[in-house]
């Protein structure tokens, strides 16, 4: 059965660090789950400074969703899932689910895009206690600021939290880093 970490933290926290330094724990057999869409300039250099510190012998697949199918492909041959990053995942999510209209939506709407993203959770979830494999997953702490001043910032916010509290109560480890430091929470 597989192991679960999740790293949470804030902005540049070092969390990919952290989860990268204990991902070459499990050598080269790491799928490494990038999140992230390169929609601008600004996200394409991140996306390149994220790929230049991670290990390249290390396989990559490029993916916000469906995450339990590459699970489920991969987990018998690889030893580790490296996820980066869970909020990401839900904004990436997000936007696919409202095809990239944020401005109209209904309260009916954010509900059926939160079960939505939930059941994707939970399937992703399941296939890593059933893989042979670990995952470490990365997720940010988005709900320590000030609320925010729209609607759609507030439903990631809250869809965030809720995730993250999800993920938290089935992962065997959960780390925050602060500063570059984690610390152990569970």
């Known amino acids: 059965m597989g192991k679960c970490i999740l790293v ?17 724990s499990y050598g080269n057999k790491v799928v490494y789950i990038a999140t992230a869409v390169p929609f601008d300039d600004e996200m394409k ?25 590459i699970i489920n492909k991969y987990g018998q041959d690889y030893k580790c899932f490296l996820l980066d ?16 209209d944020v401005e109209h939506f209904s309260v009916d709407d954010c509900d059926k895009a939160e079960n939505h993203i939930k059941e994707q959770i939970i399937k992703m979830m399941n296939a ?3 893989s042979k494999a670990d995952a470490i997953l990365v997720t940010n702490e988005v709900g320590w600021g000030i ?7 507030r439903l990631f916010r809250d869809i965030s939290g809720r995730i993250n509290q999800i993920i938290a109560q089935r992962a065997e480890e959960v780390y925050l880093t602060v500063s570059g430091i984690p610390v152990r929470i569970k």
Request: a neutral charge; one cysteine or more.
């Open 147 to 153: 609320v925010p001043d729209n609607p759609i910032s």
């Open 85 to 100: 990053c869970i909020t990401v995942m839900i904004t990436n999510q997000l936007l696919e689910f409202f095809h990239y």
């Open 8 to 24: 949470t933290g804030g902005a540049r926290s070092g969390k990919s660090s952290f989860s990268e330094k204990k991902a070459d």
């Open 45 to 69: 250099e991140r996306i390149k400074k994220h790929k230049e510190s991670r290990n390249p012998k290390w396989m990559t697949v490029e993916s916000y969703k469906n995450i339990d199918e």
């Open 128 to 130: 890593i206690e059933e």
